[in-house]
T-cell receptor
Framework: NAGVTQTPKFRILKIGQSMTLQCTQDMNHNYMYWYRQDPGMGLKLIYYSVGAGITDKGEVPNGYNVSRSTTEDFPLRLELAAPSQTSVYFC??????????????FGPGTRLLVL | DAKTTQPNSMESNEEEPVHLPCNHSTISGTDYIHWYRQLPSQGPEYVIH???SNVNNRMASLAIAEDRKSSTLILHRATLRDAAVYYC?????????????FGTGTRLKVLA
C-alpha cells in the first residue's frame, strides 16, 4: 500500500513552459486535492475532485488545470509557467470529502522552480 | 471562513510534555477541530481530531475547552522526531465543505 505518490520530486521550468504534475493514490479514495505551499506559509487549495469526472476550483486555481479520468489519478497541469508558480505542490486524498471528520492523506510533494 | 490562531513557534525539552494552543473563537457548533503536523520536507500528516470531548490516540491528546473557542494539542513526551509545524484546522460548514484552511501553524522545536 503506497498511499499517495507524486512525480516528479523536483523540476525546474523555464517561464512559459508547461508540465504535468502526477498524483496517484491506491486507497480507493473518492476525494482528491491539490495544494501549493509557498516558503514559510501554510497550504492553499488549488483544485479538488469529488470523484472521477468531477473537479472544482479551490482558493488559488488561476494558471492551473486538472482532470480526473480515474479514481486513482489526479494530474495537475501548468500551461504557461510563471515565477509566481514556484512552490511545493502537495496532492492529497480522502475517503469522505464532505465528512467533517474525514482524514486527508498527503503525498511527499513536488518542488517546482520556475526561472 | 472560520479561522484559527496559533503561536508562531514554541520550544520544548526532549521527553517533556508539550502543550500547543489554538484559538478558534468563531467556531460553529458543527465544526470539527483537526490537527495535522508537517515534518521537514514532507507533506502534512494527520495527528488527531475532535468535536466536543477530549480525545486520545497513540500520537497525542486533544483537550477542547468547554465553550469550544480554544483547544490544546498535547504531546505527552516530546521526542526529536516531533519537531515539526503543527496546524490547527477547523473542518465543517463554516470552513467550507471541501477545504482545510491551514494557516501558518506553530513551529515546534525540541531541544535535546
Amino acid at each position: 500500500n503506497a498511499g499517495v505518490t507524486q512525480t516528479p520530486k523536483f523540476r525546474i521550468l523555464k517561464i512559459g513552459q508547461s508540465m504535468t504534475l502526477q498524483c496517484t493514490q491506491d486507497m480507493n479514495h473518492n476525494y482528491m486535492y491539490w495544494y501549493r505551499q509557498d516558503p514559510g506559509m501554510g497550504l492553499k487549495l488549488i483544485y479538488y475532485s469529488v470523484g472521477a469526472g468531477i473537479t472544482d476550483k479551490g482558493e488559488v486555481p488561476n494558471g492551473y488545470n486538472v482532470s480526473r479520468s480515474t479514481t486513482e489519478d489526479f494530474p495537475l497541469r501548468l500551461e504557461l509557467a510563471a515565477p509566481s508558480q514556484t512552490s511545493v505542490y502537495f496532492c492529497a486524498s480522502s475517503s469522505l470529502g464532505s465528512g467533517r471528520s474525514e482524514t486527508q492523506y498527503f503525498g511527499p510533494g513536488t518542488r517546482l522552480l520556475v526561472l | 471562513d472560520a479561522k484559527t490562531t496559533q503561536p508562531n513557534s514554541m520550544e520544548s525539552n526532549e521527553e517533556e510534555p508539550v502543550h500547543l494552543p489554538c484559538n478558534h473563537s468563531t467556531i460553529s457548533g458543527t465544526d470539527y477541530i483537526h490537527w495535522y503536523r508537517q515534518l521537514p520536507s514532507q507533506g502534512p500528516e494527520y495527528v488527531i481530531h475532535g468535536l466536543t470531548s477530549n480525545v486520545n490516540n497513540r500520537m497525542a491528546s486533544l483537550a477542547i475547552a468547554e465553550d469550544r473557542k480554544s483547544s490544546t494539542l498535547i504531546l505527552h513526551r516530546a521526542t526529536l522526531r516531533d519537531a515539526a509545524v503543527y496546524y490547527c484546522i477547523l473542518r465543517g460548514p463554516t470552513s467550507g465543505t471541501y477545504k482545510y484552511i491551514f494557516g501558518t501553524g506553530t513551529r515546534l522545536k525540541v531541544l535535546a
